[in-house]
């Protein structure tokens, strides 16, 4: 028994991947970047709803983004599958290593220590000539199972990659918000007292929430990197997480889907706004940001959620 | 000494303070241990090194014949201690019963977090073993309601079933009736020791109000200066006017201070 929103948001899903063939490029591009930095924002979603905010999640972002960038360099790797996988196991080994410090800590000193590692990796690769040093470098184009797409295809199989990815990750996200240990992030929040007193080890808790979100940002990072054919040292750096964490205010930690919509709006209007106001378009973002914080203090997700509220008491009143 | 609770010559000092001296205590399964003293007698900090909150400066605790002195609190849980708190320790943005919910799916699971993690918190055992703990506690007509909404009452209530949820065989209760009015006291404590004794559960519960005592305890453990000064039955115990004084002061303060502790 799937719940309601879960369909939507594939059939959503099955929807975009259909009608992109028809979309322009410059849409079908924005959106697999959305999409991919989206995962990201899904990660983040996990660690806010403990009350966990991650300054510095873009060291998983970059450690994703440049395992593929320095397979597809320095190995003949070029299967998508393949490298992203790596990616995977790589930004999870570092989430996992990172935990062991991270989790101990919360509120602002969580967020500064978060920011604070990943400002480390940005040292190491602005200093680091092999791994491309200020420029960073080209991502060769992947192929897939052994298919190499020509022209406009290559974009499009990149596309419907990212999608297949985010609709893996939303489900297996979704799952794990409701199990017990998913479903523990807002009671940490209220008391890690009585967690610990119900036999829950808090920090072993929110070191998982560290490993799936550390992972998820790598897998968008590498998407990424294969979506933009670049990598630079600014995929670590602050700012690259601190849009993430204005994204996650975007979207609102209320839902799933939230965070894929937040994510391309975000792009989308960045994107506008640089066209447009060349010069201020930080302005334009700002009032954006500031707006929802007004008018959706609960993100872009309450507005889903406040369509969903009023069904859901009808099939329990329904029930015997 | 046996029983299903044996501390021995346990012991605490933070400094030069003893919160806790040669405490030798071995209580019997069932029993309900009433726990009293003034503010600073170290009731506490006992009820704090069981579970696991302290560990102890010297001294064992042996639960069930088994050694568990100084054990995280997690783990003193899992074996069968619980405790609720004296300031009710609830999930205040969840309602009544996805707190209940959370601590019956949470005793019912495996402690391996993986398993935690595939484990749907909504299971048809946890929900019914949620409804049935709330009914068993009178709070079941709060349900819907957000625990930080809650009279302080219903939230000592809820504390305790959250508590007292995975079947525990100790219970530890840190002031049950503290900060609730004194019409409401013996309702409260009539329901809690009925929902305990339904389960089988043995009591030690910490209580400033000597009539709450008397009334429920099997036996009561005096605590002064870190030491157990008396241990006996209610009636004995409390007659002693060497513990009223030292528990209480001097007879015609005890209301006054009584109700400063409501």
Redo the contacts between chains.
Sequence with gaps: MAPRPLITGMLALLAVAAVAPTLPVWLVSLAAIAFANALVVLGLIILWRSGLVPFGQALFYAVGAYAVALMTRYTGVRDALVLIAAAAVLSCLAAFLAGFLLARYREIFFAMLSLAISMILYGVLVKTETLGSTDGFGVEPPTYLGYAPQGNMHLLMLFWLVLAFCAVSALLVSLYFHSIAGTLAVPVRDSEIRLEFLGISVSRLIHLNLVIAGTLAGIGGALAALSIEHVDPNMSYWTTSGGFVFVTVLAGAGSVAAAFVGSFVFELLKSIAYDSLPGTWQIFLGAALLLTILFLPEGIGSVFARFRRPRKRETTGARP | MSGILVVRDLQKTFGSLVAARDINVAVPPLQIVGIIGANGAGKTTFVNMI?GHLRPTKGTILFDGRDITGR????I??LGI??S?QVP??????TVFENMC??T???R?S?R??A???????SPGSVAEAEAALELFRIATYRRTLAATLPQGVRKLL?IA??A??APRVLLLDEPTSGISIEEKFGLMDVVMAALKNRRITVLFVEHDMDIVERYADRVLAFCDGAVIADGPPIVTLENPRIQELISGPKLNMTASGSRHA
């Design positions: 579970t995280p609190s997690r783990d849980t899992r619980a405790r708190f320790q609830v999930f205040t943005s969840l959370i601590a799916a949470i005793a699971a402690d977090l993986l935690q993690a595939l484990t749907p918190l909504h504390d959250m508590a949820a995975g």
